[in-house]
């Protein structure tokens, strides 16, 4: 297979990947009686609502252009309204976990049906192939991302949930420069140190069910 089809395959398994992740927390918000991105039209599996041209096309594309080893993307964040929760911390943990569970759950549909088709000669391909490998990472690479706990990632909300209020107040103030503490961690080799232990146990989960 040539370089610029794999390169389309990892853009088409992302975007997908990252608007099932944003949905996941819109319709768990809206189970949880927030219908803030139902009335916004962000409950659809329609990618163009969800698209952010820089987070979601331009730099998963300069990633898997320059071959890094850590390839990652993202949607516009579906909105949520914790106002709507009957218990603040505990459904926006449930909202948030939502997110990544997505993920992995497609990351096990996408092992299922490899292991299917490695078992029928027939039906292999490389195209084939290559969509399923990248379904596997991707969504495995963006649930991980997410659990680390930085605000604004899912893991940071997770966190929040068991933090005494003063405490998580506090933390919420860090969400501004979250960027810029994942860039400066990057840059420093030590986002590595948080991020791989979480990818290596969602793997062994992965491995674990299959």
Same mark, same amino acid.
């Given at each position: 297979?040539?370089?610029?089809?794999?390169?389309?395959?990892?853009?088409?398994?992302?975007?997908?990947?990252?608007?099932?992740?944003?949905?996941?927390?819109?319709?768990?918000?809206?189970?949880?009686?927030?219908?803030?991105?139902?009335?916004?039209?962000?409950?659809?599996? #329609?990618?163009?609502?969800?698209?952010?041209?820089?987070?979601? *096309?331009?730099?998963?594309?300069?990633?898997? %252009?320059?071959?890094?080893? %850590?390839?990652?993307?993202?949607?516009?964040?579906?909105?949520?309204?914790?106002?709507? %929760?009957?218990?603040?911390?505990?459904?926006?943990?449930?909202?948030? +976990?939502?997110?990544?569970?997505?993920?992995?759950?497609?990351?096990?549909?996408?092992?299922? *049906?490899?292991?299917?088709?490695?078992?029928?000669?027939?039906?292999?391909?490389?195209?084939?192939?290559?969509?399923?490998?990248? =379904?596997?990472?991707? #969504?495995?690479?963006?649930?991980?991302?997410?659990?680390?706990?930085?605000?604004?990632?899912? =893991?940071?909300?997770?966190?929040?949930?068991?933090?005494?209020?003063?405490?998580?107040?506090?933390?919420?103030?860090?969400?501004?420069?979250?960027?810029?503490?994942?860039?400066?961690?990057?840059?420093?080799?030590? +986002?590595?140190?948080?991020?791989?232990?979480?990818?290596?146990?969602?793997?062994? +989960? *992965?491995?674990?069910?299959?």
């Amino acid at each position: 297979m040539d370089r610029l089809s794999e390169i389309i395959i990892q853009i088409v398994v992302l975007i997908f990947a990252v608007v099932v992740h944003e949905v996941s927390h819109g319709l768990v918000a809206n189970k949880l009686g927030d219908p803030t991105a139902k009335d916004m039209g962000r409950l659809t599996l #329609n990618p163009l609502p969800h698209i952010d041209p820089f987070m979601s *096309i331009i730099l998963p594309a300069m990633l898997i %252009f320059t071959g890094s080893p %850590f390839v990652i993307g993202g949607a516009k964040p579906v909105p949520v309204n914790p106002a709507y %929760f009957k218990n603040h911390k505990k459904d926006m943990m449930l909202v948030s +976990l939502a997110g990544p569970g997505s993920n992995i759950l497609l990351a096990v549909v996408f092992a299922l *049906i490899l292991k299917a088709v490695l078992l029928f000669p027939a039906l292999e391909s490389q195209g084939l192939f290559m969509f399923l490998k990248y =379904g596997i990472m991707l #969504n495995v690479i963006l649930a991980a991302f997410n659990l680390i706990p930085i605000p604004p990632l899912d =893991g940071s909300k997770v966190l929040m949930g068991f933090m005494p209020d003063r405490m998580m107040y506090s933390y919420m103030k860090l969400e501004p420069y979250g960027l810029f503490i994942v860039i400066g961690l990057l840059a420093f080799g030590i +986002l590595d140190v948080i991020f791989k232990p979480i990818y290596y146990a969602i793997m062994k +989960l *992965i491995s674990f069910i299959l």
